[in-house]
């Protein structure tokens, strides 16, 4: 079982960076891919980006790459989402997520309960 909190949303002018962080209960969190997803107003939840348990690898949408970073912390049971050069579209619920390393929801077994992030143009 990991439990998982996410932290770091709040309100950013566009252009500026975010750091989100997804701090992980549990002694296997280490045994999981971590990703994370977002989900803005009347739209679907979409992928982000994930990393592999090891750090080692890691994957991102086209819509965010360059811009964001994905990291984690074994020793913390935290990972983090680092974001910048923020874009109004980039408004969301943002989520972290324990599973494999995959792109689709359906994969992921544990959720977060999300922090919003807003972007102001």
């Known amino acids: 079982q990991v439990q998982l909190v996410e932290s770091g949303g709040g309100l950013v002018q566009a252009g500026g960076s975010l750091r989100l962080s997804c701090a992980a209960s549990?002694?296997?969190?280490?045994?999981?891919?971590m990703g994370w997803f977002r989900q803005a107003p009347g739209k679907e939840r979409e992928f982000v980006g994930g990393?592999?348990?090891?750090?080692?690898?890691?994957v991102y949408a086209d819509s965010v790459k360059g811009r964001f970073t994905i990291s984690r912390d074994n020793a913390k049971n935290t990972v983090y989402l680092q974001m910048n050069s923020l874009k109004p579209e980039d408004t969301a619920v943002y989520y972290c997520?324990?599973?494999?390393?995959?792109?689709?929801?359906?994969?992921?077994?544990?959720w977060g309960q999300g922090t919003q992030v807003t972007v102001s143009s």
């Open positions: 997520a324990a599973g494999p390393l995959a792109r689709a929801e359906y994969e992921y077994k544990y």
């Open positions: 549990g002694r296997t969190f280490s045994m999981f891919a």
């Open positions: 990393i592999s348990w090891g750090g080692g690898r890691s």
